[in-house]
């Protein structure tokens, strides 16, 4: 199928390029193109781009921005964008810029500057390894790195506990280990994750268990490569009440002016029971809320 008409780089456009985790077989066709036809590309490391500018036969220049040029270098790309009406690239050096990196400022920037910006969708670590996981996918979070220490750390650890969605974050391996041991503490050795390691690579590997189990695994081993971890959220026990104890709520609700049904209505909600049965217990008490 052919390009859209309006598909080729517009000047004054930036343009967030995903690129592959590792296996230079998951670049896109589209990728290849935008790269080949921008004014400039804004690499996250130019010499790790550059082999796969090399690759891929495109000669378009580089210039790098990264963590720690990023304050500079943001009003240098938008110099290019708006007085030069050039079209420029932006990349990490793997899967999509401004997740988990210093791309997003630049993206924030531009947004704010009103320079259009249009994503070339690529692979992202997250979604390769969750979709992989074993574990639920239908509502998901992405925690990225955790805080290195501190009260910031112990907060996000104290909150991961408590997601009920499965969670997703990043950690390099001289990191691995201190981070499941943290995990362990503040959510408990039984709970299921899986590990993705050098993803798309030729070492790739997909590790699955608890988090207790994890750790006694990489303990035993030097972590080798960069990981995704993902972590199933918390379960949520629903309580079980007796029906003395439904009454007792029920006749405090009653007290506080509300009706049968919608009393009815919201322990059936808390508890899990059945609203109809709630709604019996509720007749043998009197509109005061007391046992009649």
Known sequence: MPPAPDSDPKPGHLYVVGTPLGNLEDMTFRAVR??????????????????????FQITTPQISYHEHNRHSRISEVLHHLQARQQAVALVSDAGMPGISDPGYELI????EAQIPVIPIPGPTAAITALCVAGLPSDRFVFEGFLPLKGKERTTRLEAIAQ????????????KLIKTLEDLVAA?????????????TKRFEEFWRGTLAEALAHYQSEAPKGEFTVVIQGATRETPVLSPEAI??????????????????????????QPKKTIYQLSLGIDSDGFLS
């Open 34 to 55: 935008m790269l080949q036809s921008v004014d400039l590309i804004a690499a996250e490391d130019t010499r790790h781009t550059g082999k796969l500018l090399q690759h």
């Open 108 to 111: 924030a920037a531009c947004i």
């Open 163 to 174: 997601e009920s969605r499965t969670v997703i974050l990043y950690e390099a391996p001289h």
């Open 187 to 199: 959510l408990g050795g039984d709970r299921p994750v899986t590990l993705g390691r050098e993803l």
């Open 247 to 272: 009454r007792a709520e029920l006749e405090q609700l009653l007290r506080q002016g509300m009706s049968r049904a919608d009393a009815s209505r919201q322990l059936a909600k808390a508890t899990g």
